[in-house]
């Protein structure tokens, strides 16, 4: 049994064990997880996906004279942001589009440039044209403002995801006769091609099934930089089928996560445009798992073999929300490039970079070696699978 | 027997005339049309596998240059830009002849040119946009 306490203590004199849950893999497997948990502190693992739910808010300091632009509009390089704040805060979403896109009108639209795009040039420190408006009052009596502004000259600005990281995720298949375009990317017709969004055995979700160390407040590698769960992600659904090891064998948990944008790497915030589907933003996760005990190690441990998900068909099943699953596949046969679907073999493909997400483990794990990088106590857990938190799907009532 | 996929840019001048069909009739050589288009410019573009003799190739591609027709090799023409491409894989299904594939032990995405029939269909699908396409 360790404490976060003993774990970071051992950080800041250098003398950490840190391993990535790649290696973590071989180690409980040559040693067994008893040994294992003794010798290692912490594991790190990590993620780089599309993921739409994310965002940032801007403080962008009041101009002379002062502008309300909250209840008016806001837009940075033609895309809008959200101004329903105080006068010069906004939220730009990753998916926000510029007013101009022609979107889906010829399909497939190409959502070239987004809210997603707009985030990354500014993490790369380009200047961006900013053009708002407000109503005008006695105490803010400008209307127009349009000015270059650069992320260095923000008095904030704040990456705010409300969905991240989900905890397993979908193959997608198309049975239908005609080529779709989805978020899960071109689905090629009559089971053409498979597409999964997970990296699987190095994912932070599937890597602490429980919750068990990730929580509110846990530190984390945000977008290159560091950043803070902040609370459970939206649609946050703990309580799934699982596998005997606790495992969600469908989508499950997610997290909402916080962190200074500022410091943040242009090549972990990455704008995306999926064909036909719209625009959003790739990003990168990584989270620490402090080595508690040996459970921790058996669950950090659980390798593709013995992680799975649901192929879904995304031609009538999941835009008509028509529940059932094609089949159960493990990411261990994903990631051979091909599985069987109705006595189909299906060609996969991945959405989420394995290559980049064991880069974010690497990262993270040097930044622990070198003592840069200490783990936080969660101050609050993660709705469980038996806390009765759910996902449910909106109960319309027309009026 | 050799074969090479080349693009062949036709001035406006050249695009009413029946150059290829040279190349059957007076070299022998064979060829499969993988793309064929006139640009606004009237500029006539067309990537073409090109199969015959060495020598009845090297004169084929002679007589081409003589004609006013610019020529490179395709391998040159579709490019993966390695500071965007994130290795995800999403392009490996959707590329026909298999010249995009992952990698089984770095999991990073390997681009061989000498397979890619330039049908552009990794260009749009691509999230970051990493595949160019420089006719």
């Known amino acids: 049994m360790k404490t976060i306490k003993e774990i970071n203590e051992k950080i800041k004199k250098g003398q950490a064990v840190v391993v990535t849950a790649a290696e973590i893999i071989d180690l409980v497997d ?65 998916t926000a589009l510029p007013e101009d896109d022609p979107c889906n009108k010829v399909f497939p639209g190409e959502f070239k440039y987004g809210g997603g795009h707009v985030i990354q040039e500014l993490v790369s420190g380009k200047d961006i044209r900013l053009e708002a408006t407000g109503y005008g009052t006695d105490c803010y009596p400008r209307k127009k403002l349009s000015t270059l502004i650069n992320i260095r000259d923000l008095n904030e ?20 006769d005609k080529t779709i375009y989805t978020y899960m990317g071109l689905l090629k017709a009559r089971l053409g091609n498979a597409n999964y969004c997970s990296a699987g055995q190095l994912s932070p979700l599937l890597k602490d099934p429980h919750y068990r160390t990730i929580g509110i407040g846990t530190r984390i590698f945000l977008g290159g930089g560091i950043g803070y769960v902040s609370w459970q992600g939206t649609q946050h659904n703990p309580n799934v089928k699982r596998t005997d090891k606790g495992v969600p064998c ?67 099943s999941y835009p008509q929300m028509i529940p059932g699953s094609l089949g159960q596949v493990s990411y261990a046969q994903l990631k051979t490039g091909k599985i069987i679907v109705q006595d189909k073999e299906v060609a996969t493909g991945n959405i989420s970079s394995y290559s980049k997400a064991q880069e974010i483990s690497e990262t993270l794990k040097s930044w622990i070696k070198k003592g840069d990088f200490l783990l936080s106590e969660a101050v609050a857990g993660l709705p469980m699978a038996d806390s009765g938190y759910g996902c449910k799907p909106l109960n319309e009532r027309p009026f | 027997m050799i074969s090479k996929r080349i693009v062949l840019h036709f001035p406006s001048r050249l695009v009413d005339q029946p150059i290829v069909y040279k ?45 006013g027709v610019r020529i490179q090799p395709l391998s040159q023409d579709v490019i993966r830009n390695a500071a965007k491409c994130t290795d995800c894989g999403v392009c490996v299904t959707i590329c026909p002849t298999a010249a995009l594939v992952v990698d089984p032990i770095t999991r990073k995405v390997l681009f061989y040119d000498n397979k890619c029939i330039a049908c552009e269909h990794c260009v749009k699908i691509c999230p970051t946009r990493a595949m160019e396409v420089h006719f």
Not at chain 1, 60 to 89: E, M, Q, W
Not at chain 1, 157 to 176: G, I
Request: aromatic share 10%; net charge negative; with cysteine.
């Open chain 2, 23 to 67: 190349l059957v009739k007076d070299f022998d050589l064979q060829f499969n049309i993988l793309k064929a288009y006139v640009t606004p410019q009237e500029e006539g573009l067309m990537v073409f596998e090109l199969i015959g003799e060495e020598e009845n190739f090297n004169k084929g591609i002679e007589y081409l240059t003589s004609c």
């Open chain 1, 157 to 176: 600005a704040v990456l705010f995801n409300m969905r991240n990281c989900y905890q397993n995720y979908n193959v997608a298949v198309n049975l239908s």
């Open chain 1, 250 to 316: 469908v989508p499950a948990g997610t997290l909402a996560v916080i962190g200074d944008l500022k410091q943040m790497k242009p090549e972990w915030l990455v704008g995306t445009s999926m064909l036909g589907y719209g625009a959003t933003l790739v990003v990168g996760i990584g989270v620490p798992i402090p080595m508690l005990d040996e459970q921790v190690a058996v669950q950090a441990a659980l390798k593709d073999e013995e992680l799975f998900t649901q192929v879904i068909d995304y031609s009538q």
């Open chain 1, 30 to 94: 040559k040693k067994g997880a008893k040994k294992a948990a003794q010798e290692v502190d912490v594991v790190t693992t990590g993620t780089f996906g599309p993921m739409c739910s994310s965002g940032a808010y801007f403080n962008i300091g009041h101009s002379k004279p002062r502008i309300k632009i909250g209840g008016g509009t806001c837009k940075f390089n033609d895309v809008p942001a959200y101004c329903g704040l105080a006068a010069v805060d906004v939220y730009l979403g990753a």
